[in-house]
């Protein structure tokens, strides 16, 4: 019942980078001026230029003086072979000039963990956040409503979980690995009105219903490692105060009260450090009309 | 009815709690019914997109460390092993104390992106000593992809992220205050061996800074004596070695000998890990070192002479008046460096003096060193530049013989740059650069060079010798370090028939019995601080008739008395 992952990590692969990357600034708006292996040139429309090039000042300077903008080029290589090829290539059309040290890349290789395709991702993550979808299809259709995200297990350590859970807004069933059921269907955008115009129950009570769902999910696990993690943490107290105890009678009075103050910093640290807690990160919220005749398979 | 997303659901008697963060799933909602816009099939793609890109940063269970996919390099099995045992086993708090050289920062540097990349940090606040604060920035930004920025003024310590910085400056109002306002998810301290006394304000100040994590980074987690280590491990756990007075009951023989190694290594390791090259956590390419031995000229010898007669009737007075003689050792230094050097310090005494016959002394010899028209060692200096094709690096002891080499570099035609510990922390940064870039020589002196990296050079010249093997170690590992991908050339200049020349062949010897006898006493005090081996040698030097008599002096001083408690030392 557990939504975990499976299969490998996503975009650990150039070329699932590079796919992302294409559908991400093709959904974006952004045009490709250029498409070679393993390499693309997008010219960036000036919101996504805002979100994945931080320039604050650049803006409010042309901004405030109304100057043109000209839009940025990202040129983007995807492995180190196409990033040699085209930085060769742009040197040859383009030298660098006297100080070859002093020269800026101008090809920026993205791989998992480069600065850029990070921006990229949380970039998506934003404007993916929301979505009313449904199938196209006139017959009958059940609304429900979607919440995806990630549970968080922490104490001085943490481990995620992906998770989807969606609630029938006509009998408030709730049903988990949603979006995993759903994602390659055929689905176009809608409006949420179209979507909730004969739904028997309100959107508070599916977030209820789903509320009370995440909260089990959590419940449902094993919480050993919490166990773990509080009897480590009873342990460091006790360590701390027996430490504090056997100083204090060297000390006076005053030093007594400072020496108080500084365990209690101390005390307040290691809890803030290793107290377990469980987070459910919501991610995305969805509102996906689907026909009867999906909802049936969902079921099972 | 309407339940914010960031409130807390009650979990009963459950060990942890519950709550629900991130989007505002009502509010999101809301709007999206009051604006009524409709979706775009491209926002349904992006949907898509966002989920990929959320499963895609997912931190799975400590198996292995989601840093290695962001970092911009290849680290050693050892540094990997070590980061994960930080994390996993140590819990974050911990001292990385690796030999000088294994990649303490790339350690550190692990644990600080595995804790950005699992969320579990978001401020972290590295201090170093200043002349390093560019330089890790740097390499968080280049290696670890890390978002660090240096400290400028006293409202960096409010910024978000990783804020670099110098220690000496936190310490200091107004600084101080603002750093012990904030709270610090990961606090890293390089050259931690700074926080060994408890009364200290290095100390003090980490003592009252409010932390989740703490790495403390030295090559040499006790100096002198071993509640050295009782000092550190109090600052991330306090009380993981008792108070003082327990640690020294159930762990200190003496104050450099635990009483039971075996069980103080044990415990220690909970907050520990040091890494060491004998247990092969390093290759490095080879070091040729050779020793180049310099004949004085003829007016150099006797003013070498006329010093070590000084020396000697000032020490004979000092024995009976009982003064101290560490100036006498300064000299006995200055002159094996070069004459310049020994001048400075000559001119200091006289200047100091109310003896007419010291004063007399003192200027006869001034005369003596002034006159000299040529220097051996500066030639010989000249002589290996002309074989070395390359970038140089030049150590001596001495503020004085680096002037005086920058300024023969500089009527020879070739380009030098100074290091020194007086430096502020952008003219550090300036000549560290413009060396790497520009400039074909540096000269520095030994407290210029704690701490910095200098792998781009290869060849290195000491122009003196320290007399603690210690601090000649510290020199080589400048260069011969981790990211050297070419063989070090280290040439030692010694002055033949002085003191320098004997020291330095007892030198390697001492090095080799010291490392043997403290392995068989503790290793984890592998790096105490030689303070009465100098006083040792300068006796020799003086009590003995001729060079045969000092050989066998130098010979005759046992390393255990070195490590012994160090009453003599005390009365220097």
Redesign the interface.
Known sequence: MTATLTSPAPLRTSDERLSFCDRYFASVGARTLVARPMYREYELPVDVDKELIHRPFYWMWVETTRQPVEPTILRLAFDAEAHAREEARLNAEQPVGSFPWAAKRRVELIDFGSPLFDRVLLSASHRGRLACVREESRGEIVPWMMVNGVFAYTADLNREEWFSYAVCLDNLQIVDRFYERIQHRDLCGTSASDILRDSRHTLQEAWCALQRALADHAAAQDDGWAEEAMARLRGDLAQLSAYYESLRNELSDDERALMRLEQERKEVALIQKSTPRVECHVQQVALVALRVQQVRQLSH | ???S?NEA?S?GD??????????D??A??DA??HM???????????????????????????DQLLAL???QFVPLPHQVETALRV??DL??RAILADEVGLGKTIEAGLVLKEYLV???VRRALVLVPASLVTQWTKELNQKF?I?AIPQRDEWTWSAEGVIVASLDTAKRPPHVHRVREQWWDLIIVDEAHKLKNPSTKNWKLL??L????MLLLTATPIQNQLKELHTLV?LL????L??PA?FAERFVSSPRTPKDPAVLRQTISRVMIRNRREDGALELPKRHVRAVRVELTPEEREFYEAVQAFLRSQYERSQTSRTSILPLITLQREICSSTYAALLSLEKMLKKTRDPELARQLQSLLEQGTSIPSYAKVDAVLELLDDAPEKVIIFTEYRASQDFLMYTLKKHGISSVPFRGGFRRGKKDWMRELFS?KIRVLVATESGGEGINLQFCHHMINYDLPWNPMRLEQRIGRIHRLGQTQACHIVHLVTQNTIEEHVMEILQEKVRMFEAVIGQLDDIVNDVRLDLWEKRIFEAAMTSRDDEELVEQLKAIRVEDLVAPKGGARRL
């Open positions: 009815m309407r339940q997303a659901v979990t459950r060990p942890w709690s519950f709550s629900i963060v991130g989007l799933v009502e999101e909602l999206l019914l009524g816009r409709g979706t775009r099939d491209a926002d349904w793609e992006l949907f898509r997109l966002g989920a990929m890109a959320r499963q895609a940063c997912i931190a799975p269970a400590l996919e962001h970092v994390v996993r819990r974050g699992r969320g579990l992809r978002d003592n009252q409010q932390h989740k994590f109090t756990k306090p009380g993981e008792g108070n327990e870039k």
